[in-house]
């Protein structure tokens, strides 16, 4: 049997374990360690409670570790093992342990206590090599994960930026193999033509103008997002070229949630009534919707209403699997070069649809280049057709033999 070791059910991970049990070609569980999100709990980043809106727990099977009452998802050293780990493995007679990443303890003691048993180790990780380093820490980030990957059989890669981080830390190819990071496609794309129909009632809802040319911005309203330099770029002199009138839409909540209402002439906002501020002049403030968190079933209506999504995060957005869900759902996008994806499934797109992190110009002219464009939604699902959970089910088959 496999076990899948991860931190807690999320939905970018779920579909994939269930066209693994569909394929039926490989016995596995997965473990995991909390089950937030499951039930509601709080998010730091989003600062509120919730819980995905989708079933995150059937057509496979998973079983839930005691991490004891102060597990927690973030933070390194707030997930460990219980102490029955490799007992459990070795009574379940596992063949082989897939690791999700190396961001928690748990992580580190399930490599450690696996290899030891003689059991092959998968490791399926985010980092990447666009993240700058300083001099001084580059030794020690190869000595540690150096000894990490030595005890790991074999290496699952999502994307160019997470090969080339294994293969400079001496990974050698015939340990490399593709697992890229996937949305649900079909059901992004589903529900997009379900609420497609829809468009024109949605934009009026949110007060989006009906000839405005809409921006979507979707995530937690935190700094290395990012957020404010879609602002700066929308008031910038380079989208006075637009023929029609700019709108900003944002999906989300966080801690820059009133610092980004104050940069805009806010029209809609789902989670505040709008202030009527008569002593301000918003001529130079880009109109705005704010719609709030939009679950998994939800986030589509976003994507019809929008014609374009911006991600202009710093490198602590080692992929962006929103990105993924928008070209599912038909919408182009334009990231920052900083973001895990953007030479994957944008730049396949149009180069210059990628432009460099904080490059107010650079976000202006991306979206230039998408409304001149006009990309049709096939044009936009077409960048994510090879980015399916097919190549990660086709993987793990081959790796299992």
């Not at 070791?5 to 693994?20: D, G």
């Not at 600062?47 to 933070?75: C, H, Q, V």
């Not at 499934?345 to 990628?354: D, G, K, Q, S, Y």
Request: aromatic letters at 12%.
């Amino acid at each position: 049997m496999l076990v899948i070791l991860a931190t807690h059910p999320v939905p970018y991970q779920v579909h994939i374990w269930k066209a693994l049990a569909c394929d039926g070609r490989i016995p596995f569980e997965v473990w995991y360690l909390t089950h937030h999100g499951v039930n509601p709990s709080f998010d730091s980043g989003f600062g509120k409670t919730f819980a995905w809106d989708i079933n995150l727990l059937s057509g496979y099977e998973s079983r839930l570790m005691d991490g004891g009452p102060d597990a927690l998802i973030y933070g390194f050293m707030k997930l460990r093992l219980n102490p029955g780990f490799i007992e459990l493995l070795k009574e379940k007679k596992v063949k082989a342990l897939w690791i999700l990443g190396w961001q928690v303890m748990a992580f580190w003691e399930a490599v450690w206590k696996a290899h030891a048993a003689g059991i092959p180790v998968w490791l399926r990780g985010e980092s990447n090599d666009l993240a700058p380093v300083s001099h001084w820490k580059k030794p020690f980030k190869k000595l540690f994960l150096g000894q990490l990957f030595k005890r790991v059989e074999n290496f699952t890669y999502i994307g160019k930026a997470n090969k080339r981080l294994y293969e400079s830390c001496g990974v050698p190819p015939e340990k490399l193999y593709p697992a890229p990071y996937c949305a649900d496609n079909s059901r992004f794309a589903e529900q997009a033509k379900m609420y497609l129909p829809e468009r024109n009632a949605i934009r009026k809802a949110w007060k989006i103008p009906d000839n405005a040319f809409c921006v979507l911005f979707v995530g937690k309203f935190i700094h290395k997002k990012r957020p404010l330099d879609i602002i700066l770029a929308a008031r910038s002199q380079r989208l006075k070229e637009l023929q029609v009138p700019l709108h900003l839409l944002f999906v989300g909540t966080g801690e820059l949630g009133d610092q980004l209402r104050e940069s805009c002439n806010v029209v809609f906002d789902a989670e505040k009534s709008v202030p009527v501020k008569k002593d301000v002049d918003y001529s130079n403030f880009p109109s705005a919707s704010f719609v709030g968190f939009l679950n998994q079933t939800e986030i589509s209506k976003a994507h019809v209403a929008a014609d374009c999504m911006v991600l202009p995060s710093d490198y602590g957005e080692t992929w962006g699997l929103v990105v993924n869900e928008a070209l599912a759902s038909g919408l182009p996008c334009a990231v920052s070069k900083l973001v895990g994806c953007g030479e994957d499934i944008v730049e396949t797109m149009n180069p210059l649809l990628r432009f460099d992190m904080g490059n107010i110009d650079g976000i202006a002219n991306a979206l230039l280049e998408i409304y001149q464009r006009n990309y049709t939604r096939a044009e936009a699902q077409a960048q994510v057709h090879d980015y399916d959970v097919a190549a990660s089910v086709n993987t793990a088959v081959k790796l299992y033999k």
